[in-house]
């Protein structure tokens, strides 16, 4: 890291271990927790490969900015990683839930955690943000499969397609049933994976049964043959679970309210929110800012979730994330000063560093916005 | 009557000769004589003009009279009121009639009031000329007469400090170095000032003329032989910080200090509790300052206080606010803070806080909508015809 312009003598020290690079022991606690509070930088490979979309769009803003994807370790994330080393596969999976305020964090820890997954090669499961399955959508199509739900298929070609790219590897699994799409149209036994995704990318009208499909398979296979060409993990990571459980702001055509239960894509994912298959792990995290009609304040499970929501996903794993406390927040002072981010002179001065802890309570979203104009 | 009776015996006299001039002096004795100088002012004389000293609507036993009624109507007051007649002073007057009377009006002018006579009636001239139309003044024909005497007293003064120097130059004890007069705290008065001393109008030309002359007197080295004369022109500047009451500083049963405050803005009321305990915690409402001011601007607001004074991550503050927009909110809590800091803090500091306005209550208030417009400053549509 450059270091250039007058500093302090105590930012001196702190930027030799300011960021290290992601290396294949990257994940090992003991390396993990020393290194809690610095950054670390994403391969950018990784982060084609994994997150082409599934990053807060304001931190993939700053990544073009800086040319590199620096991810600061925190609390939270280390306490998830540490479960998924610890947890057993041959049971049921465990749902983690991540919750906080809002601008903590939640979204930035559920992709380290699965980097970490990523890197230990199991299969990802990845919807970036639930609520934008539930608002917002221009083509709201009567299913084909069943009568009384609503497909959208703009939505389910979109994930089908990153599903793609993210678990290139797997995309030769073998499948197991037989699917039927319109008359003309099936999917025959023992096909692989890929076919099967490539007919729901082509067909946009079936897209979304085959999305379903496509988490049907997953859910059966995961759990099989645990050693073996056969064998990989599950990581279902959903950010922005409330909105499965929570009301939409679609309406069907007779101008009412549709329920999220109507649509195919909500359907089949609270299927895969179940635990009643086993081989990997469900990683949510709860979210405010997208969520519609709840208001600001509310930032814990039982408030997002609703009655339902927390009884369906119960018993869940919660980890709360906060604020940065003193030291990460130094950390990511320091951070943007090596980037040259704080133009501005005074913020370089111990004053201008209170007045930024005054402004955004150290939160790290609100730090980003205010350093943004420094 | 007098006069047309001794005419009346001078004539008898005159027509029965004179018998001798002891008689004629005798009976001269015995009438009367008439007095040199009228006491009394006949009515004949307010037809003169008198435009340009004011008519004289009181008479000085007129306000004699008022004031002695003042006097006793103070007693009175402070008997009715319970209170000790010798230490009764305008402010318990004051109290005692806003008591006693009521007053709905708006208006502070429009309300009863018991003032000393000096205050009520305006001071005005007497009559400068006698009963045969002479001045008693003699730069009465100047118009301006109270003015000219003024300036010619100072320069009376000036040349009478002339010859002391003179003097002392030719004891040869002439010094340069003498006592000076302080200045520093105090103004020359102004122009409506002056007017009311004088009790006549002046120009502002004469104004400057009057204070220059002034400034003349204070060049000299021995000026402060005149030194009363010079401060009956000048006017103490009350030292503006002092006007502020510090809240007073309390103490928590664990020791922690910790003051109380309110401010105001724009119909929105702030109360504030500051406690000196080392953590930078603001709580408002009960929620997190942050949640409940999501607008950078008003964290900003609460901010100044605290980053002017320099003590940042010092306190604790837990505030209540209602009423009106966020941003008044802001404003009325950033006030509370700055009153509360005042006892935290030092004179010197709180001379600066003043001039950086953070003690000063933002005057600025919603303006009324007017009949026949729109709103308080928009007009209807404008048509021609």
């Known amino acids: 890291s450059s270091t250039d312009g007058p500093k302090s003598a105590h930012f001196d020290i702190c930027s030799k271990n300011l960021k ?73 999976p465990l749902r983690y839930v991540l919750y906080g305020d809002i601008g903590t964090g939640k979204t930035m820890s559920l992709c380290h955690a699965l980097h970490y997954c990523y890197s230990q090669g199991w299969l990802i499961v990845h919807v970036p943000d639930a609520h934008l399955w539930v608002k917002n959508c221009k083509e709201l199509l009567p299913s084909s499969s069943r009568p009384s739900r609503f497909d959208q298929p703009i939505q389910a070609s979109q994930w089908l397609k990153n599903f793609k790219i993210t678990n290139e590897r797997f995309l030769s699994k073998v499948q197991l049933e037989r699917y039927v799409w319109t008359k003309r149209e099936s999917t025959e036994k023992g096909q692989p994976l890929g076919e099967l995704i490539d007919q729901g990318v082509n067909r946009m009208k079936s897209s979304s049964d085959v999305v379903g499909a496509v988490l049907r398979e997953l859910r059966l296979q995961a759990g099989g043959a645990t050693e073996g060409e056969g064998a990989f993990k599950l990581a279902v990571a959903v950010d922005g679970v409330n909105a499965l459980w929570g009301k939409t702001s679609l309406k069907k055509e007779d101008r ?55 009884d369906n996903m119960e018993p869940f794993v ?26 501005h002179p005074h913020s370089r001065s111990e004053e201008g560093k209170k007045e930024l802890i005054f402004l955004s309570n150290k939160n790290p979203s609100i730090l980003e916005r205010l350093c943004a104009f420094l | 009557m007098a006069a047309s009776g001794c005419r009346g015996v001078r004539s008898i006299l005159w027509k029965y000769g004179s018998y001798g001039k002891n008689l004629f002096v005798s009976r001269s004795k015995m009438v009367p004589q008439l007095p040199l100088r009228q006491i009394y002012v006949a009515s004949s004389l307010w037809k003169k003009n008198l435009a340009a000293a004011g008519p004289q ?82 730069l009465f024909y100047t118009g301006k007469q109270s003015y000219y005497s003024l300036l010619h007293d100072v320069y009376e003064k000036i040349l009478a400090i002339e ?102 803005r724009k119909s929105a009321k702030a109360s504030i509790t500051l406690r000196d305990s080392g953590s930078g915690n603001i709580t408002i409402n009960g929620r997190n300052y942050l949640h409940y001011f999501p607008v950078l601007q008003n964290r900003e607001q609460l ?81 021609k015809r």
């Open chain 2, 57 to 138: 609507k009181f008479t000085q036993e007129f306000i004699d009279k008022q004031v002695e009624e003042f006097e006793v109507g103070k007693r009175h007051l402070a008997n009715m009121m319970g209170e000790d007649p010798e230490t009764f002073t305008q402010e318990d007057i004051d109290r005692s009639i806003a008591y006693l009377f009521p007053s709905g009006l708006f208006e502070k002018r429009a309300r009863p009031v018991m003032k000393h006579p000096e205050e009520i009636f305006p001071k005005q001239t007497a009559i400068q000329w006698d009963a045969e139309g002479r001045p008693f003044h003699f």
């Open chain 1, 318 to 343: 919660p980890v709360s994330v906060s604020n940065y406390n003193e030291k990460e927040f130094e950390s990511c002072y320091l951070y943007y000063l090596d980037r040259n981010w704080l133009q």
């Open chain 1, 20 to 92: 290290y690079k992601f290396s294949e022991n990257a994940f090992n606690t003991n390396i993990l927790k020393r290194h809690s509070g610095q950054y670390y930088t994403l391969p950018p490979t990784h982060i084609q490969k994994l997150f082409p979309y599934g990053l807060p769009p304001r931190f993939q803003l700053q990544i073009k900015t800086f040319n590199e994807g620096c991810v600061m370790v925190r609390p939270p994330a280390l306490e998830l990683i540490s479960y998924l080393k610890r947890a057993d596969y041959s049971k049921p």
């Open chain 2, 303 to 383: 901010m100044f206080p605290l980053l002017f004074v320099g003590m940042m991550g010092r306190f604790d503050i837990e505030g209540s606010v209602e009423g009106s927009g966020h941003s008044a909110q802001a404003g009325a809590l950033r006030l509370a803070i700055s009153r509360a800091l005042l006892s935290f803090v030092s004179e010197g500091e709180v001379e600066k806080m003043r001039q950086a306005g953070l003690l000063t209550a933002d005057p600025r208030i919603r303006e009324r909508k007017k009949p026949g417009q729109e709103g308080a400053r928009k007009k209807f549509t404008w048509k």
């Open chain 1, 256 to 310: 009412t309210m549709c329920e999220p239960e109507e649509l195919t894509l909500i359907h089949n994912l609270r299927k895969m929110m179940k635990n009643n298959w086993s081989g990997g792990a469900i990683l949510t995290a709860l979210s405010q800012t997208g969520s519609v009609f709840k208001p600001r304040s509310a930032y814990l499970p039982s408030e997002l979730l609703g009655e339902e929501g927390f």
């Open chain 2, 163 to 264: 010859r002391h120097q003179d003097k002392m130059r030719n004891k040869g004890l002439f010094t340069s170095d003498t006592k000076q007069i302080l200045l520093t705290g105090s103004r020359w008065l102004l122009k409506e000032e002056i007017e009311e001393n004088l009790v006549e109008n002046i120009s502002v030309q004469d104004y400057m003329r009057l204070i220059q002359l002034m400034e003349l007197l204070l060049s000299m080295p021995y000026c402060s032989l005149e030194e009363e004369f010079i401060l009956k022109f000048r006017k103490q500047l009350e030292v503006q910080s002092s006007k502020y009451e510090i809240p007073a500083l309390q103490y928590d049963p664990q020791g922690v200090a910790f003051s109380v405050a309110d401010g105001r």
